[in-house]
């Protein structure tokens, strides 16, 4: 190594600095892409309003139950209290709408925040907003025995993250 | 000039050395992240989920696990200890490494109950699931 210049090195700390720089990039890359989240809180909300949807138009038809005060929107679409208790990481809302487009019954369950993220989340992308969906289907439904036609709202929306569990020793 | 030109080749061959290594062990760090089990845990937790969500109460399920279990035996992983599903909560779990596994709830309010016969989840190659409505 006596007598060459700087620059005819070729094991020099500036290689090892070039290495380290380029490992650094890399591995940081390659490890956000991997650890990354797989988003499916679109799908989630689109099974749960499909889910909603299913139970509160049979044949078209809402069910007569809806109209009660004691009506449980859950129980009748078979979705779980605990889930949708307070800080849920689900919400839909259901309205019937009569042809004049009046709303005539609303019905909700889990986190009703959500519908404002939405509406946020409509103008401004943001991260860790939920995402909704928002379906509309016509209806029948009987009106104090007179039968009508309607519309019925669907917003359903997701913001689930699954969690990464540690080992347990 | 002689031991410079000894010197120089010594110092060519370490270098070529050096990066050899660093892009042996850059790859296999790159080989070992693609096919690790933190990907597939994610991905086979959250399909599962959803599967479970939009499926109808009363039914069988029963999906190919194979490429999982491969996995899970070379991570040194049990076949029962591969999926776990938590009624109480709503949750799948997912463990295919040394890692405590991958959690992600469903929202149908559903029990889902291992094969009868054998009471396990994972029955040959493939999950067995049977749905059930819930009591509670």
Redesign the interface.
């Known amino acids: 190594m006596k007598g060459k210049k700087g620059g005819e090195k070729l094991i020099s700390i500036w290689w090892f600095m070039v290495l380290i720089i380029v490992a650094t990039g890399i591995v940081i890359g390659v490890s956000a892409y991997y650890t990354a989240e797989v988003d499916v809180k679109a799908v989630e909300a689109d099974i749960l309003s499909e889910k909603v949807l299913d139970c509160m138009s049979q044949n078209g038809f809402v069910p007569e139950g809806f109209f009660k005060d004691n009506f449980d929107i859950l129980h009748t679409c078979k979705l779980s209290q605990k889930v949708f208790e307070a800080g849920s990481n689900f919400f839909f809302r259901v309205s019937l709408y009569d042809s004049n487009g009046k709303l005539i019954k609303s019905s909700q369950a889990g986190d009703a925040s959500f519908e404002k993220s939405c509406a946020i989340q409509k103008e401004v992308t943001a991260v860790n907003f939920p995402i909704c969906v928002n379906k509309k289907e016509s209806v029948i439904y009987l009106d104090r025995g007179d039968i009508r036609r309607g519309e019925l709202q669907i917003i359903a929306g997701s913001n689930q993250y699954g969690r990464r569990l540690i080992a347990s020793v | 000039m002689r031991?410079?030109k000894r010197?120089m080749l010594i110092?060519?061959v370490?270098?070529f050395i050096?990066n050899i290594f660093?892009f042996v062990v850059?790859t296999v760090?790159?080989v070992n992240?693609?096919s690790?089990a933190?990907?597939y845990?994610?991905?086979y937790?959250?399909e599962i989920a959803?599967i479970i969500?939009?499926a109808k109460?009363n039914t069988t399920l029963t999906i190919d696990f194979t490429d999982a279990l491969k996995l899970a035996q070379k991570n040194g992983v049990k076949p029962e200890e591969v999926i776990q599903i938590n009624n109480?909560?709503?949750k799948v779990?997912v463990?295919l490494g040394?890692?405590?596994?991958?959690?992600?709830?469903?929202?149908?309010?559903?029990d889902i109950l291992p094969e009868e016969k054998s009471g396990k989840f994972i029955v040959g190659n493939s999950i067995f699931m049977r749905i059930k409505?819930?009591k509670?």
């Open positions: 031991w410079n010197g110092e060519t370490i270098f050096l660093f850059l760090f790159i992240s693609s690790g933190t990907v845990e994610q991905t937790a959250k959803l969500d939009q109460e109480l909560e709503r779990i463990r040394q890692s405590g596994g991958y959690s992600f709830g469903y929202f149908s309010n559903y409505e819930s509670s």
